[in-house]
Structure formats: C-alpha cells, structure tokens
C-alpha cells in the first residue's frame, strides 16, 4: 500500500523504486527489469529514485549512469567511500543526484515519503535495518535479503501489522510458494521447498572435506553472489530458507519439506488440504520473482527466457539427505525454536563462510561451527531488536573463537 492507503499498482503513473544492494546480483537484475518494464509501457514510469552500493562504486556509478533517468540519491553504505571515491567521484556527482553516506542514509532511503517500492538485496545481516526501517514506513518490500526474517522474524511480523507494509519474496522458493498459494486461493497444508543440491549434491561427506573455495562456488545451475553460492553449496541456503517460509507464510517448521531438484526449474510445492499439489516452473532466471513482486497482482512480459519446449525436460525430485546436508537439520530446529536462534546461525554461518572463502577453514567446518554456537547461546523466546543484534556480535566472535581465530 503507498502512504495514503491506496492501491500500490493503480493509483499513479509512475513508481518510485529503492534497490537497496544494487550492485549485487539481484539489485543489477531488479536494475534490468525495470528498465525492460519501461520499455513495455512507456505510459506507466518506474523511476529508480535510490540506488545503494557497499564499495563497488564503479559499478554503481555505470548502473545509474544507464538509467533513463538518474536516482534522485545515491547511496554508499561504507562511510569510507567518502573520503575514497577517487575517478568515481566525478562520474557520480555527474549524474546530479543527492550522494550520502553510511548506514543511516541506507534508512533514509528506504523510509522516505516518496518511495512506493524497496527492493530489499542488501546480503546477509546487514540489510536488517534499512529492511525494517521501509518495513516500519508501510512500504511494498520487495525482499530478497532472507536474513532480515531468520534474524528477527517476530519482529518485523508485527511491524508489518503495525505499518501496513507488503512483504512481497524475491527468492525464487517463496516466490514461487507465494505464486501457488495466490493461484490456488486456499491455505496450504505443506510447502515443499526445492534445492538444486549445489555443486557438491553427489559428493561424500569425506569428498566434501577437501572442497576448496573454486569448487564450492561452481554452482551448476545459478549465477548467484559469493556468499549465496557457498550457502547453496553447505545447503545452509536452504536452512535459512526454511527458516524465511515459517515466518512469511505462518506455518510451523513440521509443516515445511525440503525436496532436492538440480534442475532449478520447479522452484517449490504447495500441498493443499485436498492433497492437491500446485508447482511453479520457469527457467531459473531471478528476473522472474523480482518482476512478479514489484508488479504483483499484475504480470507483465518479462527478460527472463521462455521454455524451450521443443526439447524434452528432465525434472527429478529427489529426497534430501541431512546426513551429507546437516545444515538442514539445523534449519528446522531454528524455525521450530524461534527467539534468538535465528540471529545466531546466521550470525556464525556468515562469519564461517568469510573464514573458508579466506582459506582459514575447511568447507565441511562452516557448519560444524555453526552447530557448535548455537548449542552454546543460551536461547531466549521473545527477545527485542537490540537484543539480536547483540547475540549477532557474539555469535561472529564465537564462531571465530572455536576455530582459535579470536
């Protein structure tokens, strides 16, 4: 809903757009679709009025130097960049827009007046509190950043009742859940998330051992950021997902499976009360999710390609195996616990993840270590904000710890 109550998707021609996270993967693909859904339309305008970056500045100022129209504001997140900018200065000034710096320009942005829509891409943790703030400001978010939800689920459920605001999912799972339940019109009995398996799904848990960084990030089926990548290698991705589907849809961590399909074309189920089971199937494109929520209820053509049904489609579903994947066990006793254990696991599998992409720790030790801190913090049901961003910052110094890197 926009400020005043009305419809998001009637109510004037132009939408203004914060990508928050620009220059990563899904803030350069939101960047494209909204440059495609101009072209459809030249009578319905979707204006990117705020663009952020962390300190690829460079791509920044090329992303916002090919808008049609350059963002009213600029964001860095890195209070460095100010005093660093160097050859990308002049590029940025250039384009005429407001340039700020550091976190609370980030909030800023994502609760200004005139912002309809906040694309949420921000990775990992630190896009929770430029997510709440457009959360607490009644704003469609279009959210992408998983984090916000495992670390403080409860809480940004009820700012969302409090402001009014649309959480609308950009991963490809709950997008895809959140298409099914839309088609179907009934409340859903389970949801069925699929996982591509990622690049080590037929490796041994003695294989998986020696996974260097190069092998973990060769993910046969996404083009995805670092980060994302090894989650999706661990199947940590998958945990945190499971965690996101209990908060976003309301239903309990018993009520949600997880199916392996390495193809990526069926992106999740939904099995009703009838046990009817509806799928979603698209190639496995992100252009497809972020269009859907920012122009949802309507769809609109989309970059992302179309099948090629002239050729025959293997789709296999496959049990997954939490033996080889512990991190999915992990996911369904955070979703099932709630509290703070959410702000932990993600606090400890970012921190491992930065620890095996430097070469500190092994591939099979990301989850291992994650386990380790959480079975050493001592929950709490119902905590605050302040309190999980707390446990945030002892988790990462935890997590280093247990491997003698404090």
């Known amino acids: 809903m926009n400020q005043d109550g009305t419809p998001l998707e009637d109510n004037r021609a132009c939408q203004n757009v914060a990508v928050l996270g620009a220059t990563g993967s899904i803030g350069t693909a939101t960047i494209d679709v909204l440059t495609q859904l101009n072209r459809i339309d030249p009578d319905f ?3 990117v009025s705020a663009a952020s970056g962390h300190k690829n500045t460079r791509l920044l100022a090329e992303l916002a130097s090919g808008l049609a129209e350059a963002p009213d504001r600029i964001v860095l997140s890195d209070n460095e960049n100010a005093e660093s900018l160097g050859a990308d200065e002049n590029q940025l000034r250039a384009l005429g827009s407001q340039l700020e710096f550091g976190p609370e320009a980030l909030i800023s942005a994502a609760s200004d007046k005139s912002v309809d829509v906040v694309v949420a891409a921000i990775v990992g943790r630190a896009g929770l509190e430029s997510t709440m703030a457009a959360v607490e400001a009644g704003k469609r978010v279009a959210l992408a950043n998983k984090e916000t939800l495992v670390v403080a689920g409860p809480v940004v459920s009820q700012a969302c009742e409090k402001s009014g605001a649309e959480l609308l999912p950009v991963d490809s799972e709950h997008s895809a859940i959140f298409q099914c339940i839309q088609a179907a019109a009934s409340k859903p009995k389970k949801l069925i998330l699929t996982a591509s398996g990622g690049p080590f799904r037929n490796w041994t848990r003695e294989q998986m051992v020696t996974a260097t960084p190069e092998s973990a990030l060769a993910h046969p089926t996404w083009q995805m950021g670092p980060k994302i990548t090894i989650d999706s290698a661990t199947m940590i991705n998958k945990a945190l997902e499971v965690i996101e589907a209990r908060w976003l849809f309301g239903l309990p961590a018993d009520a949600i499976e997880v199916v392996v399909h390495p193809q990526s074309i069926i992106h999740s189920m939904v099995e009703f009360e009838d046990s009817s089971v509806i799928a979603q199937l ?20 989309c970059p992302c390609p179309d099948f090629d049904r002239t050729k025959p489609w293997d789709l296999t579903l496959e049990p997954a195996d939490p033996e080889r994947f512990p991190a999915l066990r992990l996911g ?4 099932e616990a709630g509290g703070t254990a959410g702000a932990v696991l993600n606090a400890a599998n970012e921190a491992a993840v930065g620890l095996f992409l430097a070469g500190k720790i092994r591939f099979t030790d990301i ?17 605050p904000l302040d309190r999980l961003l707390e446990l945030d910052r002892w988790a990462r110094r935890e997590l280093k710890k247990r491997f003698g890197l404090s």
């Open 45 to 47: 305008r979707w204006h």
């Open 367 to 383: 989850v291992l270590g994650c386990h380790d801190v959480l079975k050493n913090h001592a929950h709490e049901a119902d905590p």
């Open 282 to 301: 698209s190639p496995p494109d992100m252009r497809l999710p972020i269009q859907y929520a920012l122009t949802y209820p309507r769809r609109l053509p």
């Open 332 to 335: 369904f006793e955070v979703a």
